[in-house]
């Protein structure tokens, strides 16, 4: 009960607490190692055993028998020690610095890795990794260089907390150890729990040289064990407290180092076997990375042995002496040949050194390691991790930045891989991996720089795990009509069983990955996806609509406002592309707005921005260029409205010169050089006339008919043709529609207000009038129109039609009016219900009068106005809720001042609601209120049996002064600061919205011209001629509609392969225009001079050891020839020597120095 009451106290460990009894199997599955033979130390004086310990630790039975030191000169822990059940596991407390919880066990060096990763992972609660960092080197007390550690804080940190890794050292307050774990400190002190847990931080120590070890032992595992840590400055061999979880590896030796390297080594290669994700459900194998810093000679044989298992690994360059030697064997041997003779093939891969590579690293290694007694062995650990340079990457931690040491991480890890193969398949893993960074610049620069053959829908595959085709309906066998439900059920029975649909060929890959890309608002991948797909416009348009409904789900406030800003970002890209497009032809930029797109769910670029909202977009000249070819028609944008409407009086006027329309010549010319001028990209040529998107069904196929009778009779009746054709081109126009349509519904308004007000006459038989019954029928010809609009205007089902009429605002108003005409018509035929339809249709009317604020939408002035009046009427909801408040407040404690009892519901609504909201316009009774004031004689009484008949009760005078005071607060507030409070709010939104109203106005311009050009000609009451004239022609003559199709244009083949590549060529434009302000940014200079500086830094540090090595030689030399001149004194003294001796007579004359002539000679 107290181990349970003490891990609730603890604080800080990661994942759920394990109790006692959930680790009670340790100790029969995980075992520790014991010393049980005595191989005397000679060094000791026979106290100490080789393991370390004393003689008397060791049993009698060990130390007497015939393998005693006698016979034994060397000791072996699997020879001299023996497996016992672990007495050291559980939970640590840190008792000297804080209330921390880590789990430790001691396990013998044998132990299988599989046991230990199943222990953490599964019973410790410790998350699988994504990544497993292991930090070796710099053990003991080797000091550790200011940039080093500069580069475990921000780089090894950050890159462990975005990536979910584990970093494994030695888990020592010492040496590196203790760097990664105060790096480690300073990342869980600045980030958030969430982010905490991601950096885990697994310490493999050897368990005889822990300090304090006994402490941790306990055979029924300790929960918690109290570890007291020193707060000390110097390093020291106890255990780090900023460590999640302790291995503490046992061999049965005590103070050695290096016990835990076999285990560790094991380890990582069986980490780097397991699955990513929760049980391993992940699709990518743990990548491991060993990363080297400084060293001894025994790091040399950890590299080695590390590296025959595939195992990669980052060298820190400057470091210390062993990864400085590395590195400096990959630069000095790269140049020279690795074997003297081809390698046979039964020993291939193990090459032989040549003997010149072999002198130049036995130099390197003895000038870094000039002590050691092995010196061939590490020459030949050396030159085996040079075989293996492949796996091998350097930082240079003096000439980069901390900054990007993920991003070397990463390239380390897919440099490992392309040893092996240029195959794609071999770098899943890592590609992988660059997505779950979101490291799109490594991507780009490692995988997709054209040395990888990939199969792009094996690609798509092995990122998404799922289907890739942008819309997922035919693959996935269901219909348009199906509920969402039932289709997410039917997709989940079909992913139970065997999937067809991924064995199918994906027809835009490239799409889908953007798609994706944007779904996971992975800004840097969605743009570079982006530029490898087509369609650009549409393709930036159908992201911004996409991110900006995600947004609206997410709850999150940074990752609502990164999806705004991303969003914003490609509405940007695409008004920017098109503008490149709008200037380099106009006729073809056209043809993109209004193109059906396969890719895109046969959308077009405007439906597609429209439905994302993308105003910028939309306020492009461009676009406004072909809403208003589409709005005039046939007609020039040029003519006078005032001539439209006298012609629409007198229709004779159309044959005339007042209207000015444009030549069919110019449709025609485009027609004939069609085949011709789209064989250039650059040509003028026009992918479709404007009278193909103008026209409505019922004038194609006349009009169809009208050319095919011109071709068999071409002159036959060319003014009749040329009548029809004139009368069609000036009504089927939209504005044309739109001014008949507006004229009507002045008129329509005009006869409702002459009824109400002049001609309502009484319930049947006396009514209703004749004009009534004309404005009855009036609006039934409304309620058929909206009944068009909602039913018979999509292809989708019933519900989405109708959620898609009701989701507009100006629809909403229709109902509204129609509905209240419809009650009031109803009532009024009653007499007990006359009056209250009468009202009904009074209120009716106003509805129908605001109805014409759309109507003037569309122009120029007033549109802008009518938006800024529509955000200000947000303002007044916010003004009305502060002022209800106060009114409420005030009301009730007035009445409750001035009559103590009034039981009339009418008078306390008015007295408590309608009469403080007058006083804001200055309507005061002071004469009631006001005990100096009240009117004497008023018929008023206190008798509360008259006042519950109706009387009226007298005003009460008591605490008069504090209605007055109440009164003057009452209208302080109101009428200065709330009156002034909505002024300054109305100001702000005008200022705000003012700015924008225009961009605002085109935007709402193009759902006004898209509903007039959907309208049949004639207006309401005569629009039933055109309802019934379409219903003869749906549902009798059988003739299909393609009315529900606005602004669309269907382009295959040829013509569809040349709009594409040419907007391609226009994106490539404007990409390369931005790359080339980006460049030319003065932080950009900073960073291209920042690099050529690097790079002369690094030139200097090159020509710096040139020189040492350089002065290094001279040194010898000079050395070499003091050595050669005392060498030569000395014999010329021992020749001096003998010439004047008589021992020795010469046969011949002493030899004379030859001096060669000098090159400057």
């Not at 000036?730 to 207000?753: D, E, K, Q, R």
Request: proline letters at 4%.
């Amino acid at each position: 009960m107290k181990a349970t009451e003490k891990e609730h106290e603890g604080g800080g460990r990661m994942g759920s607490r394990t109790s006692e009894r959930d680790q009670s199997w340790i100790p029969n599955v995980i075992k520790k190692r014991v010393c049980t033979t005595f191989v005397e130390d000679s060094s000791s004086n026979g106290s100490l055993c080789q393991c370390g310990s004393g003689r008397d630790t060791h049993s009698s039975i060990a130390t007497g028998d015939c393998f005693g030191a006698a016979i034994v000169t060397q000791w072996n822990s699997s020879q001299h020690s023996s497996e016992y059940p672990t007495d050291a596991f559980g939970e640590m407390e840190f008792t000297g610095a804080g209330r921390k919880h880590s789990n430790f066990v001691r396990l013998s060096c044998d132990t299988l890795p599989p046991v230990v990763y199943q222990l953490m992972t599964s019973h410790w609660g410790v998350r699988s990794p994504n990544l497993v960092v292991s930090v070796v080197g710099g053990g003991g007390n080797e000091k550790v260089k200011t940039w080093v550690r500069e580069v475990l804080r921000q780089g090894l940190v950050r890159a462990a907390q975005s990536t979910g890794a584990w970093i494994l050292t030695g888990g020592l307050r010492e040496g590196i150890g203790r760097c990664v774990g105060e790096a480690v400190r300073d990342h869980s002190a600045a980030a958030s729990s969430l982010s905490q847990k991601k950096v885990i931080a697994v310490g493999v120590a050897p368990w005889g040289l822990v300090s304090d070890r006994q402490k941790l032992v306990n055979e029924q595992g300790s929960f918690p064990a109290r570890y007291y840590v020193q707060n000390t400055s110097w390093d020291s061999c106890c255990l780090d407290i900023n460590y999640q979880a302790f291995l503490l590896v046992d061999d049965g030796s005590v103070g050695r180092r290096g016990v835990e390297t076999a285990f560790r080594a094991k380890m990582e290669e069986y980490i780097s076997h397991q699955r990513t994700g929760l049980c391993g459900s992940g699709s990518i194998d743990i990548p491991v990375l060993c990363m080297l810093i400084a060293g001894e000679g025994n790091m040399l044989e950890r590299m080695d042995l590390s590296l025959s298992k595939n195992i990669p690994w980052l060298v820190l360059n400057g470091s210390g002496r062993a990864a400085d030697l590395i590195c400096e064997l990959l630069d000095a041997l790269s140049a020279l040949p690795t074997c003297t003779t081809s390698p046979s093939p039964e020993n291939e891969g193990n090459q032989s050194p040549s003997a010149e590579l072999r002198d130049r690293a036995r130099e390197r290694v003895k000038r870094y390691f000039p002590a050691k007694a092995e010196l061939e062995k590490l020459v030949d650990r050396a030159l085996s991790i040079y075989q293996n340079r492949d796996l091998i990457t350097v930082f240079n931690g003096e000439q980069e930045s901390p900054d990007d040491f993920d991003t070397v991480l990463l390239r380390a890890l897919v440099r490992a891989n392309k040893r092996v193969s240029s195959n794609a398949s071999e770098y899943t893993e890592e590609l992988k991996l660059a997505v779950a960074w979101n490291r799109v610049d490594i991507a780009k620069s490692e995988l997709f720089n054209g040395d990888i053959q990939w199969k792009v829908s094996r690609l798509l595959w092995d990122i998404m795990g799922d289907v890739c085709q942008p819309f997922y309906y035919t693959l996935l066998e269901l219909d348009q009509s199906t509920s969402t439900w039932r289709a997410m059920k039917h997709v989940n029975r079909l992913l139970l069983g065997e999937c067809s649909y991924r064995k199918q060929h994906c027809q835009y890959p490239w799409a889908s990955l953007f798609i994706w890309a944007v779904l996971q608002n992975r800004s840097e991948m969605a743009v570079y996806f982006w530029e490898m797909a087509g369609e650009s416009v549409l393709g930036a348009l159908a992201a911004c609509k996409i991110l900006r409904e995600l947004s609206k789900l997410e709850s999150e406030t940074e990752t609502k406002l990164s999806m705004k800003e991303l969003a914003q970002k490609f509405e940007n890209l695409a008004h920017d592309v098109f503008s490149e497009c709008y200037q380099s032809n106009e006729s073809r930029s056209f043809t993109l707005l209004i193109r059906q797109s396969p890719m895109w769910g046969e959308a077009t670029c405007l439906q597609m921005a429209t439905a994302a909202d993308a105003r910028h977009f939309f306020s492009h000249d461009g676009v406004q260029s072909l809403l208003s070819q589409i709005w005039w028609g046939a007609m020039e944008r040029s003519t006078d409205v005032w001539k439209l409407v006298l012609a629409f009086f007198l229709p004779p006027l159309i044959y005339t010169k007042l209207i000015s329309f444009r030549e069919r010549e110019d449709e025609g010319k485009s027609h004939v050089h069609h085949g011709r001028d789209t064989d250039s990209l650059d040509g003028d040529a026009t992918l479709f006339s404007f009278s193909d998107v103008n026209q409505t069904p019922e004038q194609d196929e006349e009009y169809a008919a009208l050319k095919d009778s011109q071709k068999e009779a071409p002159s036959f009746h060319p003014k009749r043709s040329f009548i029809l054709m004139r009368w069609r081109e000036f009504w089927f126009a939209p504005i044309t529609s739109f001014l008949g349509n507006v004229l009507m519904y002045f008129l329509f308004l005009s006869l409702f207000a002459y009824i109400l007000l002049l001609d309502f006459k009484p319930p049947p038989p006396h009514g209703p009038s004749t004009l009534e019954s004309i404005l009855y029928f009036w609006v039934f010809t409304l309620v058929c129109e909206e009944f068009r609009q909602s039913f018979f205007m999509a292809s989708t089902t019933l519900y989405q039609r109708m959620k898609l009429y009701i989701q507009d605002m100006w629809n909403k108003c229709d109902i509204t009016a129609l509905s209240l005409f419809a009650l009031g018509m109803c009532c009024r035929m009653f007499p007990w219900s006359y009056e209250f339809g009468r009202a009904v249709m009074a209120v009716d009317f106003m509805v129908f009068t605001l109805r014409l604020i759309h109507i003037f939408a569309i122009h120029k002035q007033l549109g802008p106005k009518i938006i800024i009046v529509e955000k200000m009427m947000k303002d007044i909801f916010f003004f009305l809720f502060f002022l209800a408040v106060w009114i409420v407040a005030y009301g009730v404690a007035n009445q409750a001042l001035l009559y103590s009892y009034d039981p009339r519901p009418n008078w306390i609504f008015r007295r408590v609601f309608y009469r403080p909201y007058m006083h804001i316009y200055g309507h005061i009774p002071i004469h009631e209120m006001d005990a100096d004031k009240l009117e004497e004689g008023m018929k008023c009484t206190n008798n509360l049996t008259l006042i519950e008949d109706g009387a009226e009760p007298c005003t009460s005078t008591y605490a008069n002064w504090l209605v007055v005071i109440l009164l003057v607060i009452y209208l302080l507030v109101t009428n200065i600061l709330l009156v002034n409070l909505l002024i300054a709010m109305f100001s702000h939104t005008f200022s705000k919205v003012q700015e924008h109203s225009d961009t605002y106005w085109k935007f709402q311009r193009y759902n006004l011209i898209l509903e007039y050009h959907s309208r049949p000609c004639l207006a309401p009451p005569f629009i039933i001629l055109s309802h019934l004239h379409l219903l003869i022609k749906r549902h009798i003559r059988k003739i299909p509609s393609t009315k529900i199709k606005h602004f669309v244009l269907e382009i295959r083949g040829r013509e569809a392969s040349r709009l594409n590549t040419w907007e391609a060529i226009q994106k490539e434009n404007i990409l390369t225009a931005q790359n080339k302000r980006e460049r030319e940014k003065d932080s950009e200079r900073l960073k291209r001079t920042s690099v050529k500086v690097d790079i002369v830094l690094k030139q200097i540090a090159d020509i710096r050891s040139w020189m040492a090595e350089i002065r290094e030689h001279e040194h010898r030399v000079k050395t070499e020839r003091a050595e050669l001149e005392y060498c030569t004194s000395a014999l010329s003294w021992v020749v001096e020597t003998l010439s004047q001796s008589n021992l020795i007579k010469p046969t011949r004359p002493p030899p004379t120095l030859r001096t060669e002539p000098s090159i400057s000679s």
